[in-house]
């Protein structure tokens, strides 16, 4: 089984930057897509940023230019640097790989 904890988040100010960290447990297959989605209060979840291996990477378009994704083999950890924040970027932040879930770090951007 696999277990996800991420980390990382915490209250930034519009215009900053935030690094949020998803350590992976178990049996990790580098073949399959590790990715980020958020989901802030009262709306739908929504995808944020994949990664396949550390090369191919996607992001939606209300984050691209803004956020990278990135991921460690050596410690199955998937990283999302965020820069340019902006108080709609404020939601729970969660990591998913192989049909597991994290339990979410959360992401508070205001002044």
């Known amino acids: 089984q696999v277990q996800l904890v991420e980390s990382g988040g915490g209250l930034v100010q519009p215009g900053g930057s935030l690094t949020v960290s998803c350590t992976a447990s178990?049996?990790?297959?580098?073949?399959?897509?590790m990715a980020w989605h958020r989901q802030a209060p009262g709306k739908q979840r929504e995808s944020v940023a994949s990664?396949?291996?550390?090369?191919?990477?996607n992001y939606a378009d209300y984050v691209k230019g803004r956020f990278t994704i990135s991921r460690a083999h050596a410690n199955n950890t998937v990283y999302l640097q965020m820069t340019s924040l902006k108080p709609e970027d404020t939601a729970v932040y969660y990591c998913?790989?192989?049909?597991?879930w994290g339990q979410g770090t959360q992401v508070t951007v205001s002044s």
């Open positions: 178990g049996t990790i297959f580098r073949r399959y897509a």
């Open positions: 998913t790989t192989q049909g597991t």
């Open positions: 990664i396949i291996s550390c090369t191919y990477t």
